[in-house]
């Protein structure tokens, strides 16, 4: 017997058309100057409190009595400061609620890695 053939129907393609959202130019450049200003303000207070740091660990060496304590309250000092960022740079002027979260959170990393750089760097003299 013969196959039927089979009939391909081609189904009509759906048209989709892209249609930007709004983008407020002024109000981009706002966000991205205020977040560079929080920025350093955050690497400011990253080189403030990394000497700090160093200043406590070197006061009371490891060899001593209480220099891991040092250590300990040093870190303490470190993230302390950083959930303070946001207030400072708000007495300072800036606004912080204008900045995207992700962006805020990127800040406080690198604060604390300029923390803890300027601490080692500090401890090693």
Not at 11 to 24: D, G, H, L, R
Not at 51 to 76: F, K
Not at 104 to 124: D, E, F, K, N, R
Request: net charge negative.
């Amino acid at each position: 017997m013969a196959k039927k053939k089979r009939r391909i129907v081609e189904e009509p393609v759906e048209e989709y058309e892209f249609t930007p959202s709004e983008f407020n130019e002024r109000e981009f450049i706002y966000k991205e100057i205020y977040s560079t200003r929080i920025f350093a303000v955050a690497m400011a207070m990253g080189v403030i409190v990394g000497i700090v740091a160093a200043i406590l660990i070197n006061a009371y060496p490891i060899e001593q009595d209480g220099g891991n304590w040092m250590s300990l309250i040093a870190t303490a000092l470190s993230f302390t400061v950083m959930f303070t960022i946001k207030k400072v740079a708000s007495a300072l002027g800036l606004h912080p609620e204008l900045i995207e979260v992700k962006s805020l959170a990127g800040t406080y990393i690198l604060y604390l890695g300029m923390a803890l750089s300027i601490c080692i760097i500090g401890v090693q003299f």
